[in-house]
C-alpha cells in the first residue's frame, strides 16, 4: 500500500465514517489543476468535493504491470486559517495535560500537507492483492495519527490507542455511522475490514475534536501529500488517468494525465483556501478554538 486527507476523488462522489457526533457528504468543489513536465493536465470541475465512489473490481485479470510514476505537488494559493489548541482540550483530564495545535489545515511556505491525491477509482482494471497487513490509525496525545492515509479496498484497519485514557472510536461512511466502540487505555487494537471505496471519517465523542480520515481505493495507486506538498505514485501502467487530489477542508480538485511506461508524468494542484468543505466533512472548524 502506498503512503497515506477525500472519497473514483468524478467517479468517488463519495459516501466517507452508534452515538455521537456526526458529519455531512456530497461537496460541489471547483476543478482546478496544473502541470509542468511530461503530464497533460486539464482541470474539471467534479460533480461533487468528495472522492468518486464506484464498486470494487470483481475482474479475474491479473493486475497490470506498470512501471510509470506521477509525482507533483499540491500548493495553497491563498492564506491558510489559523491552527490553535482545541478550546475544549482544557477540560479533558488526559489531553489538558498537552496543548497541541489542531492539524486540519497545514501548509508550508504555500504547500499544503495531508492532501490524498489517487487515480480515480475504477480507472486501473484488473485484481490487486490486498496487502496482509492491515492499515493502522493510532490516538496519540488525544489526536487521530495519521489525520489521513489511503487502504485498498478487502484491506483491514487497525485502531490503537496509545493514549492513557479512555477514547470511544466512532466512524462514519458518509453521514451514515458506521460504528462506534469504546477502546479503554491499553485496550488492544481494534479491527475492521475495509470493503467498498468510501472515504471513512473517525471522531471521538469523548473528545470531540479529534478527527481522522482513512480513504478506501478499489488500486494500490494512491498517495498523501507531505509537509513540502509532495507526493509520489509508482509503479503506475501507462495510460491515460484522471487524477484526483482531496482535502478534508477544501474538497476534491482533478486533473488529467497522460504517462508513458518507465516515465514520470510531473503534476500539480492548487487549492486557494476559499472553496467550500466537502459535505462529509462539515463544519469541523466551526467553535473549535
Excluded at 480520515?213 to 509508482?234: E, K
Aim: neutral net charge.
Amino acid at each position: 500500500m502506498h503512503r497515506r486527507y477525500i472519497a473514483s476523488l468524478a467517479a468517488i462522489a463519495v459516501s466517507a465514517l452508534v452515538a455521537g457526533v456526526g458529519c455531512s457528504e456530497d461537496p460541489k468543489p471547483q476543478a482546478t489543476g496544473g502541470s509542468t513536465g511530461s503530464a497533460k493536465t486539464t482541470a474539471k470541475a467534479p460533480a461533487s468535493a468528495a472522492p468518486t465512489v464506484t464498486a470494487t473490481t470483481t475482474a479475474a485479470a491479473a493486475a497490470p504491470a506498470g512501471n510509470g510514476t506521477i509525482k507533483g505537488v499540491v500548493n495553497l494559493t491563498g492564506t491558510a486559517p489559523e491552527m490553535k489548541v482545541p478550546a475544549k482540550r482544557k477540560d479533558a483530564e488526559f489531553c489538558k495535560t498537552k496543548e497541541v495545535k489542531y492539524n486540519a489545515v497545514v501548509a508550508n511556505g504555500g504547500k499544503l500537507k495531508d492532501v490524498f491525491v489517487r487515480i480515480e477509482n475504477g480507472a486501473v482494471k484488473g485484481k490487486f492483492d490486498v496487502p496482509k497487513d492491515p492499515a493502522v490509525i493510532d490516538q496519540v496525545d488525544c489526536m487521530y495519527t495519521p489525520r489521513i492515509q489511503g487502504a485498498l479496498a478487502g484491506q483491514q484497519i487497525a485502531i490503537k490507542n496509545s493514549d492513557g485514557t479512555l477514547h470511544n472510536v466512532h466512524t462514519y461512511k458518509g453521514v451514515e455511522s458506521w460504528f462506534n466502540q469504546a477502546q479503554p487505555k491499553g485496550a488492544e487494537a481494534i479491527s475492521k475490514d475495509l470493503e467498498d471505496p468510501t472515504i471513512v471519517k473517525f471522531k471521538c465523542d469523548v473528545h470531540p475534536w479529534m478527527t481522522g480520515f482513512v480513504v478506501i481505493t478499489d488500486h494500490p495507486f494512491f498517495a498523501v501529500s507531505g509537509d513540502d506538498g509532495s507526493f509520489t505514485i509508482n509503479k503506475v501502467p501507462a495510460g491515460k488517468y484522471k487524477v484526483e487530489a482531496w482535502h478534508s477542508q477544501f474538497g476534491l480538485k482533478s486533473t488529467e494525465v497522460e504517462i508513458a511506461d518507465g516515465k514520470t508524468a510531473d503534476i500539480s494542484f492548487s487549492f486557494d483556501g476559499k472553496e467550500a468543505e466537502p459535505a462529509e466533512n462539515k463544519d469541523e472548524l466551526k467553535g473549535l478554538f
